[in-house]
């Protein structure tokens, strides 16, 4: 689901891609952090204009064979094109993003699935990076800026059970995003609560 929402200001807009992939939708955790971190952005003194792609209800499936062939292949028949639109169209919106809002919700200690098929999609050899000397070199327009919405319930983010954010600040910075900020602490089962919130507002504010 793309949805496109915008501010009103008179200086240029600022390009806000979303990515939410709570199964619990506006319930879950993450899309409240979210919806927190679009307040913050949204009470600047810059337009902001917000593409959001909602990959908990709107499931990505598993990238496979006839994907594969088609992303490989040099020259892309028209069937081939078409099993890569969706890939390539969110590309476009990374491209076009300024700032990209990540939901991530732990599920059992990793990401959630269809934020893993987003990732396997979007990173394309010679489209989102490209080798150098040897050496994988992100192509996506330099200065952007992610933010990680990350919530579990058990989960500390950084603990040595979290095996989500590290992944996904490293793919990030592989495609070309090197600068990216955590919001959200997890562990949300636990007593504290108070304790977590005030942390997330302090990193809320500081963005």
Not at 45 to 64: F, R
Request: aromatic share 6%; charged share 20%; with cysteine.
């Amino acid at each position: 689901m793309n949805i496109v929402h915008s501010t009103t200001h008179t200086k240029m807009p600022k390009n806000v891609l979303v990515l939410k992939c709570s199964v619990k939708s506006e319930g879950g955790a993450s899309n409240k952090l979210i919806a927190r971190v679009l307040a913050k952005l949204n009470a600047g003194s810059d337009a902001v204009v917000v593409t959001t792609h909602d990959l908990g209800t709107d499931s990505l499936p598993p990238i496979n064979g006839a994907f594969c062939a088609a992303m490989w292949s040099p020259e892309k028949s028209p069937e081939q094109a078409e099993t890569l639109a969706k890939a390539m169209a969110f590309i476009e919106d990374l491209r076009a993003a300024d700032v990209v809002v990540i939901g991530c919700p732990i599920y059992n200690f990793g990401p959630a699935a269809t934020l893993k098929s987003f990732f396997d999609m979007v990173v394309m050899n010679n489209v989102t990076f490209k080798y150098v000397d040897g050496a994988p070199v992100g192509t996506l327009p330099e200065g952007k800026k992610a933010i990680i919405c990350y919530s579990s319930a058990g989960t500390p983010v950084g603990g040595p059970s979290d095996f989500a954010s590290g992944w996904l600040k490293h793919i990030l910075g592989f495609i070309g995003i090197k600068d990216s900020t955590i919001v959200g602490v997890g562990c949300s089962a636990y007593p504290g609560q108070e304790d977590r919130d005030k942390q997330e507002e302090e990193q809320i504010a500081a963005l």
